[in-house]
């Protein structure tokens, strides 16, 4: 009797934009503040502002992230915002990793399904 193979489905593309840990955060963090300015940002992130500015030109260029400059007393201040582009692309990223992993269908075995039940 020959052997029958079970096709199994294809693996999730995750969006290599946001599969970079960094704009994850990002991504993320605008996603719950709704807009932050650079400083904060930074501030939450922990990061430098050479490597926050090359990652939010990143969102930006791919429509991800919006920015909004407004002028008022003192220094200009710039506002960036998670766009519905951006917000669809983490909403798929996030579904796209549930669909990896092994969670909440009773096969979480093993080393990752003992660290995450705690």
Known sequence: MPATTR??????????LLHQPLRTQLAAFLAGA????FSELKQN???????LESHLKKLIAA?????????????AQTRYT??????????????????LLPLGDG??????GDALAG
Do not use: C, F, H, W
């Open 107 to 112: 096969r979480s075995s093993g080393a990752l």
């Open 82 to 99: 998670l766009t519905p582009t951006g917000l669809d692309a983490l909403q798929r990223y996030i579904q796209a990793l549930q669909k």
């Open 63 to 75: 429509d991800y992230v919006s920015l909004r400059r407004s002028e008022g007393p003192g220094r």
């Open 7 to 16: 096709a199994t489905p294809p693996m999730e593309v995750l969006d290599p």
């Open 45 to 51: 992130l922990g990061v430098s502002d050479g490597n």
């Open 34 to 37: 709704g807009e932050a300015s």
